[in-house]
């Protein structure tokens, strides 16, 4: 069974530029999950979605981050005009209610 | 204020020797405690999960306990190799569902293991 995709796998950018992750979950899940894990600290949970819907993205900064899954399978986190700060590995997971979750192997993303 | 306090920050042990690893935490609901495995090249890998008041563990050469009344956690590598270099995640929330899993991560162990 395919796991979590993620692509990327590593992104430079400098400060000011956009950049978008993509996730692919695992077939079936309905829960998708954005993790941002700086450099030397746990992953945080930045939004989750159950299908197409968006169920918690209160700690999403909304003013540069977004975030889809349209037909609710793969989605696409965005980030406008990153910031040094929003240098992170990047992680997707997914699962069910009656699954434990599983994750992709991140985008490494560095801001300069 | 961390919530999931994770110990020691590093370690460097020679290949076969055992290892110990902490986690203290204040968070609640603490349903379950996990351990992930983190490494670049295989991202984050469930090693146990923890449930019980008092509950024990054994997945090949890694164990884990955990205390609930004292919010203690420990993972044992018995005869590292060096495979297990990695970080090491301790993981509390209130359950294991991939349906709403909002839990709280420590910052991780990083271990190296030396030939």
């Known amino acids: 069974e395919a796991g979590v995709t993620q692509s990327p796998r590593y992104a430079v950018l400098q400060e000011g530029q956009a950049v978008s992750f993509w996730c692919d979950p695992i077939s079936g899940h309905d829960t998708l999950y954005w993790y941002q894990q700086p450099r030397d600290q746990g992953p945080q949970l930045l939004v989750y979605?159950?299908?197409?819907?968006?169920?918690?993205n209160s700690q999403l900064p909304s003013d540069r981050f977004s975030a889809v899954r349209p037909k609710g399978t793969n989605s696409t986190l965005k980030i406008q005009s990153a910031k040094q700060g929003d240098t992170a590995t990047y992680l997707c997971a997914s699962g069910t209610a009656n699954t434990e979750v599983f994750f992709g192997k991140g985008t490494r993303l560095t801001v300069v | 204020k961390t919530q999931v306090e994770q110990s020691p920050q590093s370690l460097v042990v020679r290949q076969g020797e055992n290892c110990v690893l902490q986690c203290n935490y204040s968070v609640t609901p603490d349903n379950h405690l996990r351990w992930f495995k983190q490494d670049t090249g295989k991202g984050l890998v469930s090693l146990t999960v923890l449930v019980d008041q008092k509950d024990k563990t054994s997945n090949g050469r890694y164990s884990a306990t955990l205390d609930k009344d004292a919010k203690h956690s420990t993972l044992h590598i018995t005869a590292t190799l060096l495979d297990d270099t990695a970080t090491y995640i301790c993981?509390?929330?209130?359950?294991?569902?991939?349906?709403?899993?909002?839990?709280?991560f420590g910052k991780g162990t990083s271990l190296v293991v030396h030939p």
């Open positions: 993981v509390v929330g209130a359950g294991t569902s991939g349906g709403n899993y909002k839990p709280t």
């Open positions: 979605f159950r299908d197409e819907a968006v169920i918690d």
